[in-house]
């Protein structure tokens, strides 16, 4: 079974420009999660889709930041313009199901973006 | 939300049983307990799952007492392999926090 893909793996971009990053979940997935990982610190929840639609987005700045899942698949989240504090890597997961039990969350290798 | 409460690191030798500790006073009823693991550069991993008294797979077990206020995360004769980054979630569907996790170490 393929896990979760996201792309690219590592993005340098200058303050004040913009960024995108792609996610594709686990075939048949339908939540999906957007982290971002500040080194030293654990992931912090930016949004939580189900299907395609937001379930939760309350920590995403959303004045720069935006996501979207179309389709109810792959996700995009973009960050428009981007800050210096917004170096970080940014996880993507999917679960099969949020509630628990076995809403195990399966994690991608991670988008590390460094802002100069 | 409920929030947990965890060492901040944690030493250990080759071979030894490791138990990492996790409080979490407001735990709500519909909360499972639900520990991950983080190696360097990659994403976190699910390592095990409760909701209460003990839970076992094959890599870990899970002790939680009658109140669900606290459990424990027991590794078995660690190896190097799980030096590692530990995150003890308490959360059903609503919102979750990874907090900072415990640094474990195990030495040769």
């Known amino acids: 079974e393929a896990g979760v893909a996201q792309s690219p793996r590592y993005k340098i971009i200058e303050k004040r420009q913009s960024v995108a990053f792609w996610c594709n979940p686990i075939s048949g997935h339908a939540t999906l999660y957007w982290y971002q990982q500040i080194l030293g610190q654990g992931p912090k929840l930016l949004i939580q889709?189900?299907?395609?639609?937001?379930?939760?987005d309350s920590q995403l700045p959303k004045d720069r930041f935006s996501a979207e899942r179309l389709k109810g698949v792959d996700s995009t989240l973009k960050i428009q313009p981007a800050k210096l504090e917004d170096s970080a890597v940014y996880l993507c997961?999917?679960?099969?199901?949020?509630?628990?039990?076995?809403?195990?969350?399966?994690f991608g290798p991670g988008t590390r973006l460094t802002v100069l | 939300l409920a929030k947990t409460t965890q060492p901040i690191s944690m030493d250990s030798y080759e071979g030894q049983e490791v138990n990492i500790t996790c409080s979490h006073n407001?735990?709500?009823?519909?909360?499972?307990i639900t520990w991950y693991q983080q190696f360097p550069s990659q994403g976190p991993r699910f390592i095990i799952q409760g909701y209460k008294t003990k839970v076992t797979n094959e890599v870990a077990s899970l002790f939680i007492p009658a109140d669900r206020k606290s459990s424990t995360l027991s590794l078995p004769r660690v190896s190097l392999s799980d030096t590692a980054v530990y995150y003890c979630l308490a959360y059903n569907f609503n919102k979750f926090y990874f907090g900072s996790g415990t640094k474990l170490n195990v030495k040769p």
């Open positions: 889709f189900q299907n395609n639609g937001v379930v939760d």
């Open positions: 407001n735990i709500a009823t519909n909360d499972y």
């Open positions: 997961a999917s679960s099969l199901v949020r509630e628990g039990p076995n809403n195990e969350q399966f």
